[in-house]
């Protein structure tokens, strides 16, 4: 390869937003090309992932939320292959997946770093289906909720990259599973493609009560909730004895209105909030039963692929309106490495 | 016994109170003494439980909730000797505790009482420490929130009947313990007879968030609520990381006002509703433990007693308002039998 040659695109944060961010609270830099010293190795960036966590850290911090300074390459998940290793586990050519942020190139300890296997699946779904979504949806679902057969399981923001995978997780367990989204597309899409029993738009309804209880006429029993406000409003008055209800990463909605606690009194139900990441010492078994049920043909998914680094502040933008259809990447570069 | 010169009084629900009920709510009525025909017993009340969950029953019926019929007699926890028995698990002069109401006598199904062991401690703990309210405080903590040595347990209420168990069984399980009373009396009991480390009187307290974070410097690990409302605002703001909230029986507050669903994900923690009547099964291991515990002297407990069944419906209105000092209890009949 000729470093010499190659600059390394990266995206920083410039301003910190209030509310939605806009495209100039992020600038692109260029610096060179880094080289990786003892124990460390250099990627090439092919998929950077999009997720609603990253809103969060473009904030002051708060406590249990790290905040990214102005100035500092945004953080993220990303898939690549090895250019360079100083670690003697990994090798150039190697698929590998990390926290290298919203940038081309990233030079990172070995030990911070995944390998993937590239004949189980595509590689971007290690930011999917096999990666964080993936791992949120299994332990949002199955840890907190412990999802029993014929039980109805709601799931907001269901078109989502979490969203989806915690429905089709609660098809495989034997549930009934509804799916409440923001378009009339994503809503065929889930009960055609991905196996809903219903799925309703949301934004077309005029009673989100009586919908909701229409499409869940035994109540519900467990909420897969991605989304907060109004939607979890209407949930929590046709929950079910011992209902579970999964809260995470909640957007851009009013932290304020009407209050449940009698009602989780009466039915003796409960929400737990949920950070993927309290789980990590049982990924591996979660990923391999992620992947079990990939190569069984039991998880489809959607991916919505913006090029080119440039793209990926209106992308994100993008993604916390909601306009994104599946899992929202950036391709930083081909899947395929052009000759070094 | 003279059953033709005995008469029944009873307390029978009058109207349907708006908010704290009246007087005027109940009646009383007299009754002939019923007589228990085939597996019946005809038992003489000298102990009645008044609970917070009896106004919930005087409203018209919610979902899990049933209401209270106008003119039924009022329903609640007794203690008491059986006068007559046509069930052969039960003789006279036998102490039983059953569900038996606002009334002198009752007529039950045999099956419907719970015999109780006299030489283990005085009858009234069957509608106190061995009782709902024991349970309620050990599933409730035990159950729901799983109590670790050191960690800070916040109980509110603390000075009422399942609040103070349930601080005295996280201190048997090693953990500092802070309670939220009405008065500045309830916090010394707390902390001089019933072990607590610290107590504090919220309503002369110009600053919640301040005055809690003052007795809990370390944070707040379980929530043991009894009240909702402002207290339960404040307790938010310093929950520990993977916090659990237990939630139960509230009255008289309002349900609305902020919301803490952010802080939920963002410290991982659950709030769970809790109706005790759920663990019926594990009553009888639950009341070996709390009966070893209180034969230890680890579970000090307090009684407020009125006296004669006219004086139920004003000492359950100042329940409602907490005025009670522990425990509320009214005398029906003597401890002691008169020759019948």
Redesign the interface.
Request: proline residues 6%; hydrophobic residues 40%; without cysteine.
């Given at each position: 390869m000729s470093s010499l040659t190659t600059l390394n695109r990266q995206i920083k944060l410039a301003s910190r937003p209030a509310g939605l961010p806009a495209v100039s609270d992020f600038q692109m830099d260029y610096s060179a090309l880094p080289s990786p010293v003892a124990s460390e190795v250099l990627v090439r960036s092919v998929y950077l992932s999009l997720d609603p966590w990253m809103r969060g850290r473009m904030d002051n911090g708060?406590?249990?939320?790290e905040a990214v300074a102005i100035g500092d390459v945004m953080p993220g998940g990303v898939v690549g292959f090895v250019v360079e290793s100083n670690d003697s586990a990994f090798r150039a050519g190697d698929a590998v997946e990390g926290m290298l942020g919203w940038q081309e190139y990233a030079v990172v300890n070995g030990r911070d770093l995944r390998k993937l296997d590239t004949g189980l699946a595509p590689i971007s779904t290690a930011l999917g289906v096999l990666g964080m979504p993936g791992l949120a949806a299994y332990f949002g679902l199955l840890a907190i909720c412990d999802p029993r057969p014929h039980e109805t399981v709601l799931v907001s923001g269901a078109a989502g990259a979490v969203g989806m995978l915690a429905g089709q997780i609660a098809k495989i367990k034997g549930c009934r599973v509804v799916g409440v989204v923001g378009s009339d597309a994503r809503t065929s899409w889930l009960v055609d493609e991905a196996g809903f029993d219903a799925a309703f738009n949301h934004t077309t309804t005029t009673d989100l009560r009586e919908t909701l209880g229409a499409h869940c006429p035994a109540g519900i029993d467990i909420y897969f909730d991605n989304v907060?406000g109004a939607i979890?409003d209407a949930v929590f008055g046709l929950i079910n004895?011992?209902a579970r209800i999964s809260?995470?990463?909640?957007l851009g909605m009013p932290?304020?209105?009407?209050?449940?606690?009698?009602?989780?009194?009466?039915?003796?139900?409960?929400?737990?909030?949920?950070?993927v990441s309290?789980w990590a010492d049982r990924f591996p078994e979660a990923r391999e039963q992620l992947s079990m049920w990939l190569k069984a043909g039991l998880l489809g998914y959607r991916e919505d692929v913006a090029q080119g680094i440039e793209s990926a502040p209106q992308a994100f933008i993008g993604m916390l309106q909601g306009k994104n259809e599946g899992k929202q990447l950036v391709q930083l570069s081909a899947l395929q490495a052009a000759a070094a």
């Open positions: 708060v406590p249990g939320r907060g979890t004895d011992r809260i995470q990463s909640f932290d304020a209105g009407p209050r449940w606690l009698s009602q989780l009194i009466v039915r003796q139900a409960k929400v737990e909030g949920f950070l309290a």
